[in-house]
């Protein structure tokens, strides 16, 4: 049973470039969160996801949208790349009608050159 | 804003000694609250939580301690073990904010052979 998959792994841009990022969610799953993570910090909530709409946002500007597929899966978009937007973008999925706790992926590594 | 905070950013134990990583949070009407050990280069993953409706959990080898009183959250680890090497992280969650989960800065747990 595969747990939350992203891809890439790792990326390098350059300012004012566009990036996107992609999440799977654990089996069984229906709702995806995505937050970022910089270096020594903890994970900040960027937005959820559930059918397919965005139900939650953190403080994080327009340049960051996502979408959610019918099949759960998840990307993040950010616009306008920033060097503050280097970080570690992680995706978690749970089941909405669920208590259980949230499953991470291992993330991904974002460069801003 | 509401923050979870940790008091002591490392901590060093000798192995098969216990060891004490302590939390701090600020939103009082949180319901839950989870334990995450995040290895280099992968993701958050659980370990273990705790419902606002109870004091003390215990699992394998780890136990969580809430004080609602002075809002401050424990994870206990018996005969820590050097894969127990990691940064640990506290975050809390409410029910009525749906899934945003808010994070601490992270311990980083040092075990010596």
């Known amino acids: 049973d595969a747990g939350v998959t992203q891809s890439p792994t790792h990326l390098i841009k350059t300012r004012g470039q566009q990036v996107t990022l992609r999440c799977s969610p654990k089996?069984?799953?229906?709702?995806v969160s995505w937050y970022q993570q910089a270096l020594g910090q903890g994970p900040q909530f960027i937005f959820q996801?559930?059918?397919?709409?965005?139900?939650q946002r953190g403080n994080f500007p327009d340049r960051f949208s996502g979408h959610q597929f019918p099949n759960y899966s998840s990307e993040l978009n950010v616009n306008a790349l920033l060097l503050g937007d280097s970080a570690l973008y992680l995706c978690?999925?749970?089941?909405?009608?669920?208590?259980?706790?949230?499953?991470f992926g291992d993330g991904t590594r974002l460069s801003i050159l | 804003g509401e923050s979870v905070g940790l008091h002591l950013p490392t901590l060093s134990v000798q192995e098969g000694d216990n060891s004490i990583i302590n939390c701090a949070y600020s939103n009082s009407a949180s319901d839950y609250f989870i334990w995450y050990k995040q290895e280099s280069g992968k993701g958050p993953q659980f370990i273990i939580d705790i419902r606002s409706n109870m004091d003390k959990r215990q699992g394998q080898r780890v136990t969580v301690l809430l004080n609602k009183t002075v809002k401050h959250l424990s994870l206990q680890i018996a005969a820590t073990q050097p894969g127990d090497s990691a940064v640990y992280f506290c975050?809390?969650?409410?029910?009525?904010?749906?899934?945003?989960?808010?994070f601490g800065q992270g311990t980083e747990l040092s075990v010596k052979p």
């Open positions: 089996s069984g799953h229906d709702t």
């Open positions: 978690a999925s749970r089941t909405r009608r669920s208590n259980q706790p949230q499953h």
């Open positions: 975050a809390e969650l409410s029910y009525n904010q749906g899934g945003k989960l808010i």
């Open positions: 996801y559930y059918e397919e709409e965005e139900r």
